[in-house]
């Protein structure tokens, strides 16, 4: 059984050696060298040899007869190759030459083909250079150009498409080195032309504020209206449009109403070159740098503003300083309404609106500043027309201005002041140019000249002949034509502050007032009581203030008239004319009573009574020489009172015959005199009984009976007692209404009697008459003893 196996397993390797590739017949072999049947294989791999050497000859000798004859063929066909070798190789030879031509046109081809090749291999790599290069080129004839915002777009061109499709060669490296530096360089560029602009616009406020301003005022009387955005401005009264935003230049009729002469306005491209702010802020933005541009552009505005609205510490000088510093406002806004409406939110309203805020509270504490040091009111008009006209010009951009018209209502103060100013200057030198005395007028257009200056209504006075007088003086019309001066400077500025007519009415009359009652009434006391007045001076002031006071009702008419208010308007002030008047009437009126009394104590001063003189023995004494020169002075003076208003003569004669009996009175009454003699009692009666003929004569017409002798009613029946010595009939009818000494004070009395009892004694002059004297002087003591008690009872 173990020989059977071991036959097996030599048929397998044997099998397997013949099927085996001999490179891995190693392991096969090892297995029959490790066996125990060495032999027995090799008999075994021997048979199998003869077995198949026995089929390899059985196949040869089955092949044998066709070897021979194919061996016999190959002989035969041995001389044909021989001969088709010979004909192949004079063909190849011949080929080779005729191939040698062949060749080198082919190497010629081939070298052709390469060139060929790297000629298109330089077009595509020129087609993506060239456009690079001349790209460079373009952005530096831009930047020679100073084009620098489309240097920009083509350096950004370059650098994100043309040198990615170039490739690698080393202008391109160059190149894009140079962008950074280039881009530098058009931003420096860029901000240098814009410090530049800051600064032309600078300069140019003035001009551009000057022509803005210029448009708004050569409005032909319409009103000025900006649309927002559109860069214009239309007058909405003729419709017409024009450019203020962008300035375009306009045509403005020349002053004067000279037609065929024309002025045109600049516009703001003539001045300043915008397109340096546009261009910079596109490349800003371009640069991712918008915002800094934004903050540096409105930080660098912020600062020119605050310069702008810092004024010359000499501004209120002249109007010109004010008109340059509103130029120069009304310039910065116009270029920042320009910008705001030309660039996409380089800035937007909240910051011009921020701008507008800060400069309006600056502008108006300016004004309020330096118009308090004006004191011209022409000067004080002129700029309230010029802050008008700049109100205007920035309200129709938009900005609120209402604080600079409530400043204007707040000068509007100072300006009532500085004219009460003025004319108290005025008023005064007419009050001291004035020669009070009627104005004389010879023919009919004199006449007519004064009427039109003063509205005089005397029917009587128009029927006159020529030559006659007006009864006033040059200060009548001259202070009426003042007053209506004052009332167009005060309606000059009311215009254009947007007041109705009630306002400008109500605000007129009160100004005019002030100048009644404030101004004109100094000035007429002023003029009252001056030094070298005199009394036909103050008849001659009486009767200018009554036909003044008379022509305060076409003073009214005259205000309603230019205000369009009727004067009966319920809560319409009224002038106050009439009282300033009456009351500087009744101050004159006042003076004279004043300066006639003056006068009479300068005659009394002269009066040298001999207060012991004896009773005359020739009869009554004759009167003082100066009560005579008085009574002749009063005489004279009353013939000027003619013209006066009756009441007003009428009182000056009472009120000095009043002085004059009182002042006698005080003579006689006087302490220092402490002797009083029956003799100077009857000199003082004969003056009385002479100032009681003048009161008697009627200096002064319209007195009713003798009404003017009770002026000297009281030193009458004084006198009368005295001289008449009816004692009995004083002591027993005192206190009746019908005594005859009514007037008489028993202290006046007393004090009289007590003067005559120390002359008594003094003077023995009834010394031969001893019983006579002592019965006189008892007497005397008896009625001063009753006085006393008179006196006591009634005290009591």
């Not at 087609?127 to 084009?147: F, N, S, W």
């Not at 108006?364 to 002129?382: E, Q």
């Not at 027309?385 to 100072?414: C, H, K, W």
Request: aromatic share 10%; proline share 4%.
């Amino acid at each position: 059984m173990a020989s059977v196996e071991a036959a097996a397993e030599h048929e397998r390797i044997l099998r397997e050696i013949e099927s085996t590739d001999t490179n891995c017949i190693g392991p096969t072999l090892r297995s029959v060298y490790d066996g125990q049947e060495h032999g027995l294989f090799m008999e075994k791999l021997d048979a199998r040899i003869r077995n198949h050497d026995r089929e390899i000859e059985k196949m040869c000798n089955h092949h044998f007869q066709g070897f021979v004859d194919s061996i016999t063929e190959l002989l035969k066909v041995r001389g044909e190759a021989q001969k088709l070798k010979s004909q192949v190789t004079e063909t190849n030879r011949r080929l080779q030459d005729d191939g040698k031509d062949l060749t080198r046109s082919m190497e010629e081809l081939q070298q052709c083909r390469v060139q060929q090749r790297n000629i298109a291999t330089t077009i595509d790599k020129l087609t993506h250079c060239l456009p690079v290069l001349e790209m460079y080129g373009r952005l530096q004839e831009q930047m020679k150009a100073k084009r620098y915002y489309p240097a920009l777009r083509t350096l950004e061109q370059l650098e994100q498409t043309c040198l990615p499709r170039a490739g690698q060669y080393r202008f391109c490296s160059i190149m894009a080195e140079n962008i950074p530096r280039l881009r530098t360089q058009i931003r420096d560029t860029a901000m240098t032309q814009l410090r530049d602009f800051l600064e032309s616009i600078r300069k140019h406020s003035d001009k551009i504020g000057e022509t803005a301003m210029k448009q708004v005022s050569g409005g032909g009387g319409g009103v000025w209206h900006h649309t927002p955005g559109s860069g214009f401005f239309h007058l909405r009264k003729e419709g017409r449009r024009t450019s203020l935003s962008t300035f375009t230049p306009r045509q403005i009729n020349a002053p004067n109403g000279e037609k065929e002469e024309k002025c045109f306005v600049p516009g703001a491209h003539d001045l300043v070159d915008f397109s340096p702010v546009y261009r910079c802020l596109h490349i800003y933005t371009v640069l991712g740098l918008r915002d800094v541009f934004e903050n540096y552009y409105r930080k660098q505005r912020r600062k020119q503003a605050r310069l702008v609205l810092q004024p010359h510490s000499n501004m209120h000088e002249t109007l010109e300083g004010y008109r340059r510093y509103f130029n120069q406002i009304v310039g910065f806004f116009v270029v920042e309404d320009h910008v705001l409406h030309t660039t996409q939110g380089l800035v937007n309203r909240a910051y011009v609106e921020e701008l507008w805020e800060l400069a309006l509270s600056k502008i108006v504490a300016a004004l309020r500043t330096h118009s308090s040091y004006c004191d011209d009111p022409d000067l004080i008009l002129d700029l309230k027309n010029l802050i008008v006209l700049f109100a205007d010009t920035l309200q129709g951009y938009g900005f609120p201005v209402s604080q600079l018209f409530d400043m204007l209502l707040e000068m509007r103060e100072q300006y009532g002041e500085i004219l009460l100013k003025r004319w108290n200057i005025t008023f005064r030198q007419v009050l001291d140019q004035d020669n009070y005395s009627p104005i004389p007028v010879s023919t009919e257009q004199e006449y007519r000249s004064y009427t039109a200056q003063f509205p005089l209504q005397d029917p009587d006075l128009d029927k006159l002949p020529f030559p006659k007088k007006l009864p006033f003086s040059e200060f009548v019309p001259k202070v009426y034509c003042q007053l209506k001066e004052f009332i167009y400077a005060c309606l000059k500025y009311s215009e254009d502050l947007h007041l109705s007519s009630t306002e400008v009415d109500d605000m007129i009359r009160k100004s005019t007032n002030l100048l009644l009652t404030r101004t004109l009434s100094h000035c007429l006391q002023y003029g009252i009581k001056k030094k070298n007045v005199g009394l036909a001076e103050l008849v001659q002031v009486i009767i200018n203030t009554t036909h003044l006071e008379q022509s305060c009702h076409f003073l009214e008419e005259f205000i309603s008239n230019i205000t369009n208010v009727p004067p009966d308007t319920v809560n319409a002030t009224k002038l106050y004319g009439t009282s300033t008047f009456k009351d500087a009437r009744h101050a004159a009126e006042a003076e004279i009573y004043t300066s006639l009394n003056a006068k009479i104590d300068q005659f009394l001063q002269l009066a040298d009574y001999d207060w012991t003189a004896p009773v005359p023995a020739g009869g009554a004494p004759a009167a003082s020489d100066y009560l005579v020169d008085l009574i002749a002075f009063l005489r004279s003076t009353f013939s000027v009172f003619t013209n006066l208003p009756g009441k007003v003569a009428q009182t000056a004669c009472m009120s000095a015959c009043k002085h004059i009996s009182t002042c006698l009175l005080q003579l006689l009454l006087d302490p220092e005199v402490r002797y009083v003699s029956m003799g100077a009692l009857h000199q003082l009666n004969t003056d009385v009984h002479e100032c009681e003929s003048f009161a008697r004569a009627g200096p002064v017409a319209g007195f009713q009976g003798d009404t003017l002798l009770l002026a000297f009613s009281d030193l009458r029946q004084l006198l009368d007692l005295f001289t008449q010595w009816d004692w009995s009939t004083y002591l027993a009818d005192y206190g009746k209404p019908s005594c005859k000494y009514l007037r008489v004070n028993p202290n006046t009395a007393l004090t009289l009697l007590e003067k005559m009892k120390e002359t008594s004694k003094k003077n023995n002059v009834f010394a031969q008459f001893r019983k006579t004297d002592r019965d006189r002087q008892k007497l005397i003591d008896t009625i001063i003893k009753q006085l006393r008690n008179l006196i006591a009872q009634h005290q009591t």
